[in-house]
Antibody
């Protein structure tokens, strides 16, 4: 069965960076885009960007350009999202989500989420 | 950038029909996807490409999309349907394509 298992909760200070991992299993990792979506406490869903695990190509939301880096390690079927220069309003649950490479993006499987808390 | 507008809340009695709208400029020309999110859980895809249902999603969930409004319809609402619902599109109209989510609608089962 398809599973996306994310790394554990993080607490970071303002200005620091955080790197969240998402390990995929149950399907061909390179056959699907991996997206990252975040959700601040009590707020809605916000798209951050995506990576094509086959090519390593990325598309980032304009809001996060210059602060986010998405990478992958195909040998262990794992995608990573690194966010730098953290601010308090980056406190959120960060999700990875799978998407077919063809057609319009939509997310049929999600990770369990990783809470990132930014606090001094 | 493209904006999707959802009502913040919808209330419905058990057994009745709930309709959750998602408004956007000429949204009928885009494909709309819907997610259900219960407290403390990751979102779950309930409708994709306007009206298709993933396996395991009850037939009570249906979708439509035309003009400036897409609609998620939940028939014979049950207590377990109480959740937040989000619509989502792919906005490829600019030189910077984006995934766009609506603000979410909290469905309350009375």
């Amino acid at each position: 069965q398809v599973q996306l298992v994310q790394s554990g909760a993080e607490v970071k200070k303002p200005g620091a960076s955080v790197k969240v991992s998402c390990k995929a299993s149950g399907y061909t990792f390179t056959g699907y885009y991996m997206h990252w979506v975040r959700q601040a406490p009590g707020q809605g869903l916000e798209w951050m960007g995506r990576i094509n695990p086959n090519s390593g190509g990325t598309n980032y939301a304009q809001k996060f350009q210059g602060r986010v880096t998405m990478t992958r390690d195909t040998s262990i079927s794992t995608a990573y999202m690194e966010l730098s220069r953290l601010r308090s309003d980056d406190t959120a649950v960060y999700y990875c989500a799978r998407d077919e490479i063809v057609g319009d993006p939509h997310f049929d499987y999600w990770g369990q989420g990783t809470l990132v808390t930014v606090s001094s | 950038s493209y904006v999707l507008t959802q009502p913040p809340s919808v209330s419905v009695a058990p057994g009745k029909t709930a309709r959750i709208t998602c408004g956007g400029n000429n949204i009928g020309s885009k494909s709309v996807h819907w997610y259900q999110q219960k407290p403390g859980q990751a979102p779950v895809l309930v409708i994709y490409y306007d009206s298709d249902r993933p396996s395991g999603i009850p037939e009570r969930f249906s979708g439509s999309n035309s003009g400036n409004t897409a609609t998620l319809t939940i028939s014979r609402v049950e207590a377990g349907d109480e959740a937040d619902y989000y619509c989502q599109v792919w906005d490829s109209s600019s030189d910077h394509p984006d995934v766009v989510f609506g603000g979410g609608t909290k469905l309350t089962v009375l």
